[in-house]
């Protein structure tokens, strides 16, 4: 026997009306018999009930009359169509109905999608609604109702990744959540470029890698696989939508940076100045947009009227590709020249303005060229910028290194160093975690012919070092654990990457999640503790989800762990973690296991 009330659109709730329910497996056809059927799995309900119902996906009996109703295929809404000797009804409601068996679980029905019914008259009538329902157990819940929706897809601030989010968690399609083929419609995945990847950051977050050659791009529509495997938790026999969803730029998109490589001295007639702008940086593996121009820096106060050649200036700002070659003939000996460089990424974020001056010599000077004039590095990166140093034909043709001298020099200087020199070498090299983090370092090298002192010429790079995200370790997790067990998770084992600390430097946030309703653990944390102990029995038998975030120096990482506790009394097994997570080829991997007895085993 079941007591069944309805919840409608405006919040009111009908008298709850008795009737007995025997429930079984069914097919029904989602369209009717006029039409090639296709079938859903549905329901089949007898009732006897005074009262007239009506749930998609069942077909009833009542005193009233008979009353049948089809699914539709459409995952957002379905039709059904009622009829009865007293006529029908459609109504626009959200219900739910609860039916309690003798083995004591229940089951719930909540209503979702809009269904169109109409009367034996004609007459329109409410709307009803789709089906989903819910089977509890003891303390455990069981959804099978509909699968999540894709709520929308956005790019990374950076252009590198889609962040597609779901209403609702998943279970993040299983053993397949990290399959992109399996995940994404094949239109979609071919815009994705070479090998992307896919991540979940959480059960409601999937994440998307672009590879080499995408070609998404904002406005472009993404879509999933229509038989992907992402089904809510723990899993509907129905999965995700394959709706279309027009993908979204990202509300702050990082700019990119331009850079450009090029002699800082040029000699009159020493044929062209060559300007390259390769070494700009922030098109996510995509062509970037190049707007050059140039500009006069005059510094003779008395001759303030001095303007630049009308064909320079068309030459310059009519160039589009990376790089630019100005004739040595077009530019005036004694002068300084500015030429600017703009660049912008697909995502339509434009670069500051990045200037490079150059003087023009009465007398040949080297021509020097660093493979980049700007670099952003992580600290554990080593510096590496290489040098070309020669005479532009036709003026001295000289090439080999031995004719030059080098110096390099920077400022600030590092490590409590000299800021001049710190090498003599033609290439400049500076080994990983040696710079600081948030620092832009200014290196400036002298090229100096041999033969001629006097003939130098100079070039600049700057360095921007950046802090590296730490890395979150938990160390005890994805284990099972009988209930008569204590519970240790850590995470000393948690790396700077930066190299600056320790683990006792960090601040760590626990949380706990009990699987799969995602309701909050049955106790409370210690809050900033590496190691957290739970007592034995403090959880009981089902599985959780343990996160940690760690931070260090205002950034922070985050990962998760799965437990699984137990009823029964069985011994506990794990393998120590390794010193070092990574091991060099020639090296011997050694591999510890723990065990840990059931309670009462002597064995």
Same mark, same amino acid.
């Given at each position: 026997?079941?007591?069944?009330?309805?919840?409608?659109?405006?919040?009111?709730?009908?008298?709850?009306?008795?009737?007995?329910?025997?429930?079984?497996?069914?097919?029904?056809?989602?369209?009717?018999?006029?039409?090639?059927?296709?079938?859903?799995?549905?329901?089949?309900?007898?009732?006897?009930? @005074?009262?007239?119902?009506?749930?998609?996906?069942?077909?009833?009996?009542?005193?009233?009359?008979?009353?049948?109703?089809?699914?539709?295929?459409?995952?957002?809404?379905?039709?059904?169509?009622?009829?009865?000797?007293?006529?029908?009804?459609?109504?626009?409601?959200?219900?739910?109905?609860?039916?309690?068996?003798?083995?004591?679980?229940?089951?719930?029905?909540?209503?979702?999608?809009?269904?169109?019914?109409?009367?034996?008259?004609?007459?329109?009538?409410?709307?009803?609604?789709?089906?989903?329902?819910?089977?509890?157990?003891?303390?455990?819940?069981?959804?099978?109702?509909?699968?999540?929706?894709?709520?929308?897809?956005?790019?990374?601030?950076?252009?590198?990744?889609?962040?597609?989010?779901?209403?609702?968690?998943?279970?993040? #399609?299983?053993?397949?959540?990290?399959?992109?083929?399996?995940?994404?419609?094949?239109?979609?995945?071919?815009?994705?470029?070479?090998?992307?990847?896919?991540?979940?950051?959480?059960?409601?977050?999937?994440?998307?890698?672009?590879?080499?050659?995408?070609?998404?791009?904002?406005?472009?529509?993404?879509?999933?696989?229509?038989?992907?495997?992402?089904?809510?938790?723990?899993?509907?026999?129905?999965?995700?939508?394959?709706?279309?969803?027009?993908?979204?730029?990202?509300?702050?998109?990082?700019?990119?940076?331009?850079?450009?490589?090029?002699?800082?001295?040029?000699?009159?007639?020493?044929?062209?100045?060559?300007?390259?702008?390769?070494?700009?940086?922030?098109?996510?593996?995509?062509?970037?947009?190049?707007?050059?121009?140039?500009?006069?820096?005059?510094?003779?106060?008395?001759?303030?009227?001095?303007?630049?050649?009308?064909?320079?200036?068309?030459?310059?700002?009519?160039?589009?590709?990376?790089?630019?070659?100005?004739?040595?003939?077009?530019?005036?000996?004694?002068?300084?020249?500015?030429?600017?460089?703009?660049?912008?990424?697909?995502?339509?974020?434009?670069?500051?303005?990045?200037?490079?001056?150059?003087?023009?010599?009465?007398?040949?000077?080297?021509?020097?060229?660093?493979? @980049?004039?700007?670099?952003?590095?992580?600290?554990?990166?080593?510096?590496?910028?290489?040098?070309?140093?020669?005479?532009?034909?036709?003026?001295?043709?000289?090439?080999?290194?031995?004719?030059?001298?080098?110096?390099?020099?920077?400022?600030?200087?590092?490590?409590?160093?000299?800021?001049?020199?710190?090498?003599?070498?033609?290439?400049?090299?500076?080994?990983?975690?040696?710079?600081?983090?948030?620092?832009?370092?200014?290196?400036?090298?002298?090229?100096?012919? @041999?033969?001629?002192?006097?003939?130098?010429?100079?070039?600049?790079?700057?360095?921007?070092?950046?802090?590296?995200?730490?890395?979150?370790?938990?160390?005890?997790?994805?284990?099972?654990?009988?209930?008569?067990?204590?519970?240790?998770?850590? #995470?000393?084992?948690?790396?700077?990457?930066?190299?600056?600390?320790?683990?006792?430097?960090?601040?760590?946030?626990?949380?706990?999640?009990?699987?799969?309703?995602?309701?909050?653990?049955?106790?409370?944390?210690?809050?900033?503790?590496?190691?957290?102990?739970?007592?034995?029995?403090?959880?009981?038998?089902?599985?959780?989800?343990?996160?940690?975030?760690?931070?260090?120096?205002?950034?922070?990482?985050?990962?998760?762990?799965?437990?699984?506790?137990?009823?029964?009394?069985?011994?506990?097994?794990?393998?120590?973690?390794?010193?070092?997570?990574?091991?060099?080829?020639?090296?011997?991997?050694?591999?510890?296991?723990?065990?840990?007895?059931?309670?009462?085993?002597?064995?």
């Amino acid at each position: 026997h079941t007591s069944t009330s309805t919840t409608t659109a405006a919040g009111l709730t009908s008298v709850p009306t008795s009737s007995s329910t025997t429930t079984s497996s069914a097919i029904v056809p989602s369209s009717s018999s006029s039409s090639p059927p296709s079938t859903n799995v549905g329901m089949v309900t007898s009732t006897s009930s @005074s009262a007239s119902s009506a749930f998609i996906g069942t077909t009833m009996s009542s005193s009233s009359g008979s009353t049948s109703s089809n699914p539709s295929t459409t995952p957002s809404s379905s039709t059904s169509h009622i009829a009865s000797s007293g006529g029908s009804t459609s109504s626009s409601s959200a219900s739910s109905s609860s039916t309690a068996s003798s083995s004591g679980a229940s089951t719930t029905m909540h209503t979702a999608a809009t269904t169109s019914i109409t009367t034996a008259n004609g007459t329109p009538a409410a709307a009803a609604t789709t089906t989903a329902t819910s089977t509890t157990t003891g303390s455990t819940t069981v959804s099978t109702g509909i699968a999540p929706n894709v709520t929308g897809v956005t790019f990374s601030n950076d252009g590198w990744r889609l962040i597609v989010t779901f209403n609702n968690a998943t279970d993040r #399609g299983g053993s397949q959540q990290n399959d992109c083929p399996s995940l994404i419609s094949g239109p979609t995945l071919s815009t994705l470029g070479s090998n992307p990847t896919c991540h979940w950051a959480d059960p409601s977050s999937l994440i998307i890698t672009t590879g080499s050659g995408a070609t998404v791009a904002p406005n472009s529509t993404f879509q999933l696989a229509a038989s992907n495997p992402i089904h809510n938790v723990p899993g509907t026999s129905s999965n995700v939508p394959d709706t279309p969803i027009l993908i979204q730029a990202p509300t702050s998109p990082s700019p990119p940076v331009a850079g450009i490589t090029g002699p800082s001295q040029f000699g009159a007639g020493c044929g062209s100045v060559v300007l390259d702008g390769s070494s700009s940086a922030g098109a996510a593996g995509r062509a970037l947009i190049y707007t050059w121009s140039v500009q006069e820096v005059n510094n003779n106060i008395n001759n303030i009227n001095i303007t630049i050649d009308a064909g320079l200036v068309s030459l310059v700002s009519g160039a589009s590709s990376s790089s630019i070659a100005i004739p040595g003939s077009s530019l005036v000996v004694g002068r300084h020249y500015t030429f600017a460089l703009i660049v912008r990424n697909f995502l339509g974020a434009a670069s500051s303005l990045s200037i490079h001056e150059v003087q023009i010599s009465s007398k040949p000077v080297p021509v020097v060229i660093t493979s @980049s004039s700007y670099i952003t590095i992580m600290r554990p990166m080593p510096v590496h910028v290489g040098t070309l140093a020669s005479f532009a034909s036709p003026c001295l043709n000289l090439s080999s290194a031995s004719s030059f001298t080098f110096a390099w020099t920077v400022s600030p200087s590092y490590n409590g160093g000299a800021s001049s020199p710190v090498s003599t070498s033609k290439d400049l090299k500076v080994p990983g975690y040696t710079l600081n983090i948030n620092q832009v370092y200014t290196f400036n090298l002298s090229v100096t012919l @041999s033969s001629d002192p006097s003939i130098t010429s100079y070039a600049m790079v700057r360095v921007n070092v950046v802090s590296v995200p730490p890395v979150a370790v938990i160390e005890g997790g994805n284990a099972e654990f009988p209930t008569t067990v204590p519970v240790v998770l850590s #995470g000393v084992s948690s790396v700077d990457s930066d190299g600056l600390t320790n683990s006792t430097t960090f601040t760590y946030i626990w949380s706990c999640h009990a699987l799969p309703a995602r309701s909050s653990c049955p106790f409370n944390f210690t809050v900033d503790r590496p190691i957290i102990l739970l007592p034995s029995s403090t959880l009981p038998p089902g599985q959780y989800e343990f996160n940690l975030v760690v931070i260090v120096r205002g950034v922070n990482a985050s990962t998760s762990t799965v437990i699984t506790i137990t009823s029964s009394s069985r011994p506990v097994a794990y393998i120590n973690p390794l010193s070092s997570p990574s091991v060099s080829p020639s090296d011997r991997l050694a591999l510890y296991g723990v065990g840990i007895p059931a309670a009462g085993d002597i064995s």
